[in-house]
């Protein structure tokens, strides 16, 4: 009986080893994983001549220091900056957009941002802004109108 429990104790023993073994080798490793809380943002209605501005907050869900390579807007009309220096594991970074809305009056604007990082080989994110631009309103002081008189002649 004694030679049974002997036997069945090292069983377990080994199957847990090889268990634990299995499971250390199945684990991947992720590396740099990027998660923005929003792609889009809609500013809604901007005023000409003002700059809009909006942060977007993302978190590194890897297992590796994330890092922004480069962040590029689409046009001249809007700036960006990022986070530079490397996002540990669970931490979270930023990317800043500004649209200048200068010469737009009457017009809808859809601008993207490139998001360059060291996840997956220079892996690229797209994040999208948009709004419409109203006229500014005329800083001129309107002119009454004098009422009509009509004079017998």
Known sequence: ?????????????????????QNSTTTNVIGPKIKFEETTFDFGDIEEGKY?????TFINEGDRPLLLKDVK???GCTASEWT???????HTGI???VFNSRGYAGRS????????TNQNENAQITLFIKGKVFAKPSDEPKQEQSP??????
């Open 1 to 21: 009986m004694m030679k049974k429990v002997i036997t069945l104790c090292f069983a377990l023993a080994i199957f847990g080893i090889l268990n634990a073994q």
């Open 52 to 56: 809009a501005k909006h942060t977007f």
């Open 73 to 75: 807007p689409t046009c």
């Open 84 to 90: 530079k220096e490397p996002i540990s594991p669970g």
């Open 95 to 97: 990317v800043t957009a």
């Open 109 to 116: 604007f859809f601008k993207s941002i490139s998001v360059i």
């Open 148 to 153: 009509v008189r009509i004079e017998n002649q």
